[in-house]
């Protein structure tokens, strides 16, 4: 009976440490997610203010008298911006039908970067993940939109693109217009 009292104290120790500790990792959680806020409202007012500065065009200081400055004349259009994707497994007849901005482990085998968001230029991932993904099916995930060189036989340390493929946005995917030029090596 002693040894039972015993062994039922110990864990009403072990609960109550643990009761302890748990309130002290909850007490943390509320102090980090107060400094997340805290982060993320300097860095909106940092954005803002970034923003106010670029629409007024006003540089940070006032040029010293006599000092002098360098001029370059703003473009009369705004540069477009890039837009990077990240293609899953195409279908068999050429359409990428899942994307994503960022690459997805498992999932991304090609990437492709778009200046209008309606024509762009794509490239198999030579990364091991992707090399792995595009092995599962070559016939599919990789013949259907690219032109390949090399052995396909045995496992592809990397994979070069020689040429870019073409797409055009289709829907909600991108239509393989040329074929990419890929080399396993």
């Given at each position: 009976m002693f040894g039972k009292n015993q062994e039922?104290e110990e864990l009403r120790t072990s609960i ?19 400094q997340v806020q805290a982060l993320q409202e ?144």
């Amino acid at each position: 009976m002693f040894g039972k009292n015993q062994e039922i104290e110990e864990l009403r120790t072990s609960i109550g440490d643990l009761q302890q500790s748990r309130e002290s990792v909850l007490e943390e959680l509320k102090r980090l997610k107060k400094q997340v806020q805290a982060l993320q409202e300097k860095f909106a007012a940092c954005e803002k203010e970034k923003e106010e500065e670029a629409a007024l065009g006003a540089p940070d200081s006032e040029p010293e008298a006599g000092m002098l400055t360098s001029f370059t004349p703003e473009p009369s259009h705004a540069q477009p911006r890039a837009q990077v994707f990240f293609l899953a497994a195409p279908t068999v007849d050429g359409l990428f039908l899942r994307q994503s901005t960022t690459e997805q482990i498992g999932k991304s085998i090609y990437k492709l970067v778009s200046m209008d968001g309606v024509n762009g230029n794509f490239i198999l991932l030579d990364t091991p993940d992707a090399i792995a993904t595009a092995m599962i099916s070559v016939s599919q995930f990789v013949k259907s939109v690219c032109k390949v060189n090399g052995n396909i036989a045995s496992m592809p340390r990397h994979i070069i693109t020689e040429e870019e493929g073409v797409a055009t946005r289709e829907g909600e995917g991108w239509r393989v217009v040329r074929k990419a030029v890929v080399r396993f090596e």
